[in-house]
Structure formats: structure tokens, C-alpha cells
């Protein structure tokens, strides 16, 4: 493990991404030590895991590695993608995630954060929803991330506006829990799993999948699903996603012509 750093005290796991050069950008190698990680915190019976970045990074993750995003037609977001097994690793763990940001947490990264069960975050971070920046189709599941995290209306203004949103109104709306002076948030945060750690394990176990059960229990039919799926298809075949991930690999604005 070289882009993580793993580590447990009794029963508080703790990861922490550490790879600042690609500003933790979620890449199918970060994304696999992440997730082995998880698997080891699994086998020691791990009660509470603390997901955060290297002390004092400007990014606390930049999100899906752009770099590895398909452009031959492949579905960006298919299930198999490390952003999308991530997300289902952390959903399902049997224990609570803490999720502890310092930092910018863009695209994919905001949807592993609010797939975490509690959020704190210091006051100089900030959430961004950026599928409409880059021209990606976001898929169903995610969406529905969003939107257990957040009402319609704040979900709509972060997915269409892709600007990032400061921790104070993500506390505001009641997309995170707690906003945690810098000097404090670990300390802060180690309290809290200590509390979740202390209590019994098989009842949060189970009040946690219960909650992801219900959470999801969303009315979509197949013909619905379909649909959907052929409007994705719609737009990873367009030249405005291409031209989204050209441009930020050419590091200038993207020209979109709805095409
Ligand atoms: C690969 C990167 C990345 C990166 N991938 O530093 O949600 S969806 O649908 O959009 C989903 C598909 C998704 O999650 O897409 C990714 C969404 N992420 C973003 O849009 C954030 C993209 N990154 C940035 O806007 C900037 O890097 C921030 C603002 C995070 C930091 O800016 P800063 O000026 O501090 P650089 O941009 O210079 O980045 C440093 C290096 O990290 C690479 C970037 O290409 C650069 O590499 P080089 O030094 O080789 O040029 N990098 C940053 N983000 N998501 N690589």
C-alpha cells in the first residue's frame, strides 16, 4: 500500500489517502488499496473506520482519475468502475465510516464521502458535484447518493452548477454532520468513533443496512431503467463528453455545443 496509509486502534480503524501528487484522485490503484483496506479492517472486526487525506491538503480528493475514464464508447460510470465499487464498499461495511475532510472533495469524491455514514468537515472545505464540467453522464445509483444526502432542489443546484459549495452550507442543508475548527477535527472526530465503537456493534451492524435498505428502496421500473440507461448512452457517446476530458487534460476551458 503506497497511496494509503492503514491504521487501527482497538476497534477504530483509520485510512487516510496519501497520494497529494494526483490530489487523491480516486484511480483504479488508490481505489484498490482503499477497498483491501476495508477488507482487513473487515477481518479484525473493526467497529468504527475513519476515512480522511494527509494532514493540511488544499484536496481532500479530486475525484474519479480522469485519466482512466473511457472514451471508446464504454459506459464512464458501469459497474464495475473503482468510483462505483468504492461506493459500494463503503455502503455496505458492516460498521459505520466516518468520513473526515480537510479540503476541496470534487466529483466521485463527493459521492464517496456522502456514501459514508457520518461527515465532518474543517471550515475551509468544499463539495463539487462536477459531472456537467467534464460532460459526464452521472449513473442511477449515484444519483440516488445525492440524493439520500441532500433535498432535489440542492442536489439540482450542484449537479447543474458543478461549483463547489463551501462546508458551512453543507451543514447548513444537512448534507454533513458536523463543521470542525482544523485544530480540533481529529480530536473531534476520534470522540465520536470512540462513542460508536463503545456501543454494541451487532445492533449498529444491523441499523445500518436497514437504513441502506430503505434508503434505496426507490419505486424504478425496468423500462424506466432502460430509459435512463439510453440517455446516459446519449451523452458518453457525445462529442461534448470527449470534448470535457480533452479539455481538462489540456488544461483549458471546454467548449460545449450540446452535440
Ligand atoms: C486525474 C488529476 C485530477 C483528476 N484525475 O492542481 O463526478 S464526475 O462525473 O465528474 C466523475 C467522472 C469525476 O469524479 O470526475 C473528476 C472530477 N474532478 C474534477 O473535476 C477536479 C479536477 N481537478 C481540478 O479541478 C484541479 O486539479 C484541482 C482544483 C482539484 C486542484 O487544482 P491545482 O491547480 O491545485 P492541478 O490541477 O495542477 O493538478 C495537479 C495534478 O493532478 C492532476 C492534474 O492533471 C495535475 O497533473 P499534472 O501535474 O500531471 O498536470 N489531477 C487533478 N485532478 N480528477 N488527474
Known amino acids: 500500500m503506497n497511496l494509503i496509509k492503514l491504521t487501527q ?5 483509520t485510512i487516510s489517502l496519501e497520494n497529494p501528487q494526483k490530489h487523491n484522485a480516486l484511480s483504479h ?15 479484525e472486526k473493526a467497529r468504527v473506520v475513519i476515512l480522511r487525506a494527509h494532514k493540511d491538503c488544499k484536496v481532500w480528493s479530486a475525484g474519479h482519475d480522469i ?8 459506459d464512464p460510470l458501469g459497474w464495475s468502475d473503482p468510483l462505483r465499487e468504492l461506493v459500494r464498499t463503503i455502503e455496505t461495511f458492516r460498521a459505520p465510516v466516518i468520513a473526515m ?21 474543517t471550515p475551509n472545505s468544499s ?31 450542484l449537479a447543474f452548477t458543478a461549483s463547489p459549495i463551501s462546508a458551512a452550507r453543507a451543514e447548513h442543508v444537512g448534507m454533513i454532520n458536523h463543521v470542525v ?19 454494541a456493534p451487532l445492533s449498529i451492524s444491523v441499523m445500518k443496512e436497514q437504513l441502506r ?45 450540446g452535440t
Open 67 to 74: 485519466g482512466e475514464l473511457p472514451v471508446d464508447g464504454r
Open 213 to 257: 435498505v430503505l434508503a434505496g428502496a426507490k419505486p424504478l421500473t425496468p423500462r424506466g431503467f432502460e430509459k435512463v440507461q439510453g440517455l446516459r448512452r446519449v451523452v458518453y457517446d457525445s462529442q461534448d463528453y470527449h470534448e470535457g476530458i480533452k479539455a481538462f487534460k489540456e488544461k483549458r476551458k471546454p467548449k460545449f455545443n
Open 101 to 121: 475532510i480537510d479540503g476541496g472533495v470534487w466529483g466521485g469524491a463527493v459521492e464517496v464521502v456522502l456514501a459514508c455514514d457520518i461527515i465532518m468537515a
Open 29 to 43: 490503484q488508490l481505489v484498490a488499496e482503499v477497498m483491501d483496506a476495508f477488507r482487513q479492517l473487515e477481518a
Open 127 to 157: 463539495f463539487a458535484v462536477t459531472p456537467a464540467k467534464l460532460g459526464v453522464p452521472y449513473n442511477v445509483s449515484g444519483m440516488m447518493t445525492f440524493m439520500s444526502a441532500a433535498s432535489l432542489r440542492i442536489v439540482k443546484e
Open 181 to 199: 475548527e482544523a485544530t480540533e477535527i481529529e480530536a473531534f472526530t476520534l470522540e465520536m468513533a470512540s462513542t460508536i465503537a463503545a456501543n
Open 9 to 13: 486502534e482497538g476497534h477504530i480503524g
